[in-house]
């Protein structure tokens, strides 16, 4: 498990103070002329009546802006692990409208898309919208005004998020490399490594019948891999309910420690992301953990609103480990998948169903019930 010096020296494994000093992210700034470019090919998708489904690199023609987005894609797979596309005011479109940007733009960074829940939901609305009536504590964490812990969005290889609308204060999204973590971990947590590196984490992924897998949260190679989400380890306190036998292995002392100097590294060396409304931000989920502080909607507005897709692009896609691989099926193998039929929300649904199981701060779809998958990221 020794670093090789292409671990050491990749720029993945940036500090946040280096990552300051350089200039910070990179960020595709759309000038007048793009964002026209963009408009056009959105005008061609209506004309065409092009399905969401169907937007794709050759539907959504974005010719002069293609170069600065296919840099980006080439940022979040092999350079910093994130990019951000500072985009159209989404004011000035409809809810339609702005779904068809941002999955043309975001398919310049990857042109596949994971399903999200057994319902077929393609994308997700992260926000705490005002006309739920189910209170806070019976939703998902995505879908109230609390901060998220450290985590990933466990199944996708690129997490898209498109922020529609900012909070008054707080809700700001931090990122964590999983590189730079590593190395302070092979310097001073050996043990903790080890620990991450095991493939013994129980992953729950439903709770009735209550089913789990066992997997590591962390692969060296070549590159360094993560994946994890803390709601979904161990047993969850549902699970209880459902079967008093427990059959969900709670998590080990050593394993609760291994998340908790995680987190706290996680900590140490995060970056908080400077986002606006309208922009589009690409994060490499294999490379960087993130999380969310909590915030405060005004009374009046629609309060913070992001949207979320979950991407690959096969030609710059990572080999994940067939130990990680559970949650990347879901999303996006099977022919059950492929078959599915997909939906794009413009919007979040009116009415909020309380779900029976919440898992965490990300979920995938493996094995859930279908009002299970409503979580996820920032």
């Given at each position: ?134 209170p806070p504590e019976m939703r998902h964490g995505i879908h109230t005004t609390t901060g998220l812990a ?90 209880a309910a459902v079967d008093g036998g427990f059959p969900v292995p709670a998590l080990t002392r050593r ?124």
């Amino acid at each position: 498990m020794g670093p090789g010096a292409a671990i050491r020296s990749h720029p993945m494994g940036w500090l946040p103070t280096e990552l300051v000093r350089s200039g910070g992210p990179l960020v595709v700034d759309l000038t007048e002329r793009d964002v026209a470019e963009v408009e056009a090919a959105l005008e061609a998708c209506k004309l065409a009546e092009v399905d969401p489904d169907a937007v794709s690199r050759a539907t959504f023609p974005l010719p002069t802006l293609a170069t600065q987005l296919e840099r980006a894609s080439h940022q979040v797979h092999q350079g910093q692990g994130f990019a951000i596309v500072r985009g159209p005011n989404p004011q000035n479109y409809t809810a339609e409208d702005n779904v068809i940007i941002f999955l043309g733009i975001s398919s310049y960074l990857g042109e596949q898309r994971g399903v999200q829940d057994k319902k077929g939901s393609m994308l997700t609305h992260v926000t705490d919208s005002k006309i739920w009536t189910a209170p806070p504590e019976m939703r998902h964490g995505i879908h109230t005004t609390t901060g998220l812990a450290w985590h990933c969005d466990m199944g996708t290889e690129v997490l898209a998020l498109h922020v529609r609308s900012k909070a008054h204060a707080g809700g700001d999204t931090y990122v964590a490399s999983a590189w730079t973590i590593y190395k302070e971990l092979m310097a001073s947590y050996p043990d903790v490594l080890e620990q991450l590196c095991d493939p013994s984490w129980p992953i729950q992924v439903s709770v009735n019948p209550p089913k789990y897998f066992v997997a590591p949260l962390m692969h060296i190679s070549d590159k360094v891999l993560i994946s994890v989400d803390p709601g979904r380890l161990g047993l969850h306190p549902a699970t209880a309910a459902v079967d008093g036998g427990f059959p969900v292995p709670a998590l080990t002392r050593r394993q609760r420690m291994a998340l908790e100097v995680l987190s706290e590294l996680a900590t140490k060396f995060r970056h908080r992301l400077d986002l606006q409304q309208g922009d589009m931000v690409f994060i490499n989920n294999l490379a960087l953990l993130h999380a969310r502080d909590p915030y405060v909607d005004s009374e009046t507005g629609p309060g913070r609103h992001v949207v979320r897709l979950w991407l690959r692009n096969p030609h710059l896609a990572w080999n994940i480990p067939l130990a990680m691989r559970a949650p990347w099926e879901a999303a996006f193998g099977g022919d059950g998948l492929r078959a599915m039929k997909r939906s794009y929300p413009a919007l979040p649904n009116p009415v909020y169903k309380p779900p029976r199981y919440t898992a965490g701060s990300a979920a995938f779809i493996l094995d859930d019930s279908e009002d299970v998958n409503s979580s996820g990221s920032v």
